[in-house]
């Protein structure tokens, strides 16, 4: 890893580099040296998959009120757990920073093990 001359050897992430259709949620630093990652969603999928999660919280609730057959309630949590999959997949995920401040290479959705 070569360090960043402008900022005393410190790799640190530039929202600015960051596209506009992500949102950084968290930085990981490492705690033996090496890359900070970043964590990042896509704000259209999580904005769609709220939309999603809310139909299904609406239709468990209905479901409720109506004193309907209790079986129809696991409708409403598949839409939600359908909603929250969808909201959190696509590229969000944890990014390592490149020296220049801007995402690198996607790590995954988990946190690895070099940040524990």
Not at 9 to 28: E, N
Not at 29 to 48: D, F, L, M, Q
Request: glycine letters at 14%.
């Amino acid at each position: 890893m070569r360090p960043a001359a402008d900022n005393g050897g410190v790799v640190m992430l530039d929202r600015a580099k960051v596209s506009p259709r992500f949102r950084v949620h968290h930085v990981f630093n490492p705690k033996s040296g090496g890359r900070p990652a970043v964590y990042v969603t896509e704000v259209r999928r999580r904005i769609v998959g709220g939309i999603v999660m809310v139909a299904g919280l609406l239709e468990f609730v209905a479901v409720l009120l109506a004193h309907a057959d209790a079986a129809l309630i696991f409708i409403g949590v598949a839409i939600i757990v359908a909603g929250g999959n969808y909201a959190l997949g696509g590229e969000s995920g944890l990014y390592s920073v490149n020296d220049d401040g801007s995402l690198g290479e996607y790590e995954g959705k988990a946190k690895p093990a070099r940040f524990l």
